[in-house]
Structure formats: structure tokens, C-alpha cells
T-cell receptor
Framework: KAGVTQTPRYLIKTRGQQVTLSCSPI?????VSWYQQTPGQGLQFLFE???????NKGNFPGRFSGRQFSNSRSEMNVSTLELGDSALYLC????????????????FGNGTRLTVT | SQQGEEDPQALSIQEGENATMNCSYK?????LQWYRQNSGRGLVHLIL?????REKHSGRLRVTLDTSKKSSSLLITASRAADTASYFC?????????????FGTGTRLQVTL
């Protein structure tokens, strides 16, 4: 089974630009979560999509947005880039069953390294 | 914000020794998970322990959970150089059905030959 694929692997942008990152989940996984990882803040949850609906959202400004397509592929967009947006952006897919007796471990891609100059 | 804090922040041991890392968290949980991250790569799920379990084993890994102290520990026995990585605990809260997995600050493990 193919793993989670994130593209591109590296990205360099300048302040004020916008960027779109892509994530292809493991086949059969309907949930896609996005995380931002920085040395200072660690792993921060951005949002989770399940069956094309945003099911949960972290504490990030509205410049960060995402969507999920009918084939479960997901994109996240960051507009008006700031220097502080430089980070490793990780996408994770899962079956999407949480709470109660359910648990769905996350399967991560290798991330997109975004550098904002 | 981080739900969990890991201790120690960094650990250096020799191959063959055991490595123990600890995780403390703040709110009630449905389960707690441990992940490994090699430098600059994605995280890999290692083991999951439910809130009603106290100990779980998987190969060279042993995880314990004490919900009264809101803490967990990960023991890696007979460590190898390939175990060099950062290790994160992640908590799944006992509410709702959406993913709210929150990661700790991580422990950097260095295993030397």
C-alpha cells in the first residue's frame, strides 16, 4: 500500500505570496489532518478534514485554509506569507474513527519544508 | 499549544542500553500514542495505549500509562543506532469524534555505537 504523499518536498517563497501544498492519503483513508512543525512551537494542529468537510480546526489565523476533494486528497493554502510561516508542514491520513472505543493512528507523509524569505 | 511535555528533552545512550522517556499531559484522554520522527521526515506511529490499559508491549517497546498521574513512559530495550530519532507522545482526548491528537514536545534520542 502506498504511503502518504506530500508535494512539493521543498518550497521557497517570499513574504506576501501565497502557497498551496498537496497531500495524497493512503488509499481508503477518509481523514486528513495537517500539522505545522517548527523548532520553537513544536507540532501544532492546523485542521482535519473528513469526507470533504472540515471537522476540526486549530488556533491558526484565517490565512491558513484547506480543503479535501472527493478522492480524499487534500490541499492546504497559506495566503500573505509571513516569515514565521517557515516550517515543516506535515499531512497525516487515517481511517478517521475517533472517540469512545475507536482509535485511528495517524500515518504521516514526509512533509513539505516551506521557507519564507 | 502542547498537551504533553516530554522528559528528558534529549537523551544520549550507547547501543545495547535501555532508553526511557516520559510524557506528562494535562486533560483526560481516550488513548495515548507514541510516534518516532527521523530528522526532517514524517512521524511514524509506534504504539497506542488506551486509557483503561496500564501497560503494553510491542517488540522492544514497552509503554506504561498512569491516568491518575496523567503520565506515560516509553521504554526501548536493547537500543540500536537505528533508534536514533525524536520521540513524541500524543494524546487523543476523551471527547468528540474528530481528530484532536495533540503532540508533546518530544525527546531527542541519540544512540551511539
Amino acid at each position: 500500500k502506498a504511503g502518504v504523499t506530500q508535494t512539493p518536498r521543498y518550497l521557497i517563497k517570499t513574504r506576501g505570496q501565497q502557497v498551496t501544498l498537496s497531500c495524497s492519503p493512503i488509499s481508503g483513508h477518509r481523514s486528513v489532518s495537517w500539522y505545522q512543525q517548527t523548532p520553537g512551537q513544536g507540532l501544532q494542529f492546523l485542521f482535519e478534514y473528513f469526507s470533504e468537510t472540515q471537522r476540526n480546526k486549530g488556533n491558526f489565523p484565517g490565512r491558513f485554509s484547506g480543503r479535501q476533494f472527493s478522492n480524499s486528497r487534500s490541499e492546504m493554502n497559506v495566503s500573505t506569507l509571513e516569515l514565521g510561516d517557515s516550517a515543516l508542514y506535515l499531512c497525516a491520513s487515517s481511517l478517521g474513527l475517533f472517540g469512545g472505543p475507536y482509535n485511528s493512528p495517524l500515518h504521516f507523509g514526509n512533509g513539505t519544508r516551506l521557507t519564507v524569505t | 499549544s502542547q498537551q504533553g511535555e516530554e522528559d528528558p528533552q534529549a537523551l544520549s545512550i550507547q547501543e545495547g542500553e535501555n532508553a526511557t522517556m516520559n510524557c506528562s499531559y494535562k486533560t483526560s484522554i481516550n488513548n495515548l500514542q507514541w510516534y518516532r520522527q527521523n530528522s526532517g521526515r514524517g512521524l511514524v506511529h509506534l504504539i497506542l495505549i488506551r486509557s483503561n490499559e496500564r501497560e503494553k508491549h510491542s517488540g522492544r517497546l514497552r509503554v506504561t500509562l498512569d491516568t491518575s498521574k496523567k503520565s506515560s513512559s516509553l521504554l526501548i530495550t536493547a537500543s540500536r543506532a537505528a533508534d536514533t530519532a525524536s520521540y513524541f507522545c500524543a494524546t487523543d482526548p476523551n471527547t468528540g469524534t474528530a481528530s484532536k491528537l495533540t503532540f508533546g514536545t518530544g525527546t531527542r534520542l541519540q544512540v551511539t555505537l
